[in-house]
């Protein structure tokens, strides 16, 4: 409701729409606060504001049901770094938040989030910590087991780590 009003030609019930948003995001409501959390980054509707854009995307990112957008959006951030939101490269906490999206949401973000499980491996040499995340790699995957981009990743993921479904127990 509140983004179909922020959209209006009025300016009026695009302020009410705005307050909606805010109001949502003071209640807990993780999608809202991530719409925020947009706003402020691109200057939508408020002026832009970078320390303000990622304060609402760590909330909506550690909420008790945190948004899969922001998840994604502070893995990416975690696993490079980021001058802008000043957020130093961490690849554990970039696996935690790929980790907490219930499910991948497409091949594209199951690839990326491969790519950050092997970056950190190459880095950290940690198989336990890299062994669970895969769990919850091939969890995700059984979703679309079937799609051919799925079997080319878990054929990726066995010529570098051997049969990854052993991890899958």
Not at 3 to 8: A, K, N
Not at 53 to 64: F, P, V
Not at 135 to 141: D, E, G, H, L, P
């Amino acid at each position: 409701m509140a983004w179909h009003l922020m959209r209006d030609e009025d300016k009026p019930e695009r302020d009410k729409g705005f307050a909606l948003l805010r109001l949502s995001d003071e209640m807990g409501y993780a999608p809202a606060t991530y719409a925020l959390a947009l706003c402020y980054y691109k200057g939508e509707f408020v002026k832009k504001d970078y320390k303000k854009s990622i304060e609402k995307m760590i909330k909506a990112s550690t909420a008790e049901r945190p948004h899969p957008g922001s998840l994604l959006e502070m893995a990416r951030l975690y696993r490079e770094g980021s001058s802008t939101f000043k957020i130093e490269k961490d690849l554990v906490k970039s696996i935690d938040a790929y980790k907490k999206m219930t499910r991948v949401e497409n091949v594209h973000e199951m690839v990326e989030y491969v790519d950050a499980l092997q970056e950190a491996y190459d880095e950290l040499k940690d198989n336990k910590y890299i062994a669970d995340a895969f769990r919850s790699v091939i969890k995700s995957m059984k979703w679309n087991a079937k799609d051919e981009s799925v079997t080319s990743l878990l054929a990726s993921l066995q010529k570098k780590y051997g049969n990854p479904m052993r991890f899958y127990n």
